[in-house]
């Protein structure tokens, strides 16, 4: 039984370089959501995918940004042009078919930006 | 839109005594479910328990229990007889039927249980 796996853990990259992080979601999911989390704060969603369709995007999300999940499997996040703001841990969800099913998550990926 | 209140920053309580997590939601939707996660130190979220707003059945699971009132619009979970393997952050969240499928979740309370 294979949960959702992400990819790198962590990174550790430069302001003004960009950054893609890989999202597994347990297979027989078509739905996936990325969150960020701030220390001490609760997730906050970034977007969501219903297959390879992006369905819901947060004002959050900012033209730096960019998701993909293509063939409906996994997933990846791209930061472009990083910012010291963007240290967060990125968070992957994956859930069934119906809207309000459990959302299942992956271990994160915790960027920091210097 | 939705909002949750958890105003318990952090609660710290030592072994095998109960305690009770807050969580008070807000929503205009008729229909909307509410989670309850654990994340403890190692970081990764950890599905508790899901209740749709039709259902205020209270539950129990083992040491754990979920008291949901709609008239107060408070859905708190209580730890019987904590354990050390307890201590972790607590995160309440809400989907309501018109939030698509974004969960807004609260601020989290951090439970520390010491031997």
């Known amino acids: 039984d294979t949960g959702v796996s992400q990819n790198p853990r962590h990174k550790i990259t430069k302001r003004g370089q960009n950054v893609t992080f890989r999202c597994d979601p347990i297979?027989?999911?078509?739905?996936l959501y990325w969150y960020r989390q701030t220390l001490g704060q609760g997730p906050e969603f970034l977007t969501y995918?219903?297959?390879?369709?992006?369905?819901?995007k947060s004002r959050l999300l900012s033209d730096r940004f960019s998701a993909e999940r293509p063939k409906g499997s996994f997933s990846t996040l791209e930061i472009q042009r990083t910012e010291q703001g963007d240290s967060a841990m990125y968070l992957c969800?994956?859930?069934?078919?119906?809207?309000?099913?459990?959302?299942?998550f992956g271990p994160g990926t915790r960027l920091t930006v210097l | 839109a939705q909002k949750v209140t958890q105003a318990q920053t952090e609660i710290s309580v030592v072994e095998k005594e109960d305690v009770t997590l807050d969580c008070v939601y807000e929503?205009?939707?008729?229909?909307?479910?509410l989670f309850w996660y654990k994340q403890p130190p190692s970081g990764e979220l950890v599905f508790l328990i899901r209740?749709?707003?039709?259902?205020?059945q209270n539950e129990i699971s083992g040491r754990y229990s979920w008291n949901f009132q709609k008239s107060t619009s408070s859905f708190n979970f209580t730890i019987t007889a904590s354990q050390v393997v307890d201590s972790a952050v607590y995160f309440c969240?809400?989907?309501?039927?018109?939030?698509?499928?974004?969960?807004?979740f609260g601020e989290g309370t951090q439970l520390t249980v010491n031997p």
């Open positions: 995918f219903q297959n390879e369709a992006q369905l819901e």
């Open positions: 297979s027989e999911h078509n739905r």
């Open positions: 969800a994956s859930s069934g078919g119906f809207w309000a099913d459990e959302q299942f």
């Open positions: 929503t205009r939707d008729t229909t909307y479910y």
């Open positions: 969240a809400i989907l309501g039927e018109t939030s698509g499928s974004r969960l807004t």
């Open positions: 209740r749709n707003s039709f259902d205020e």
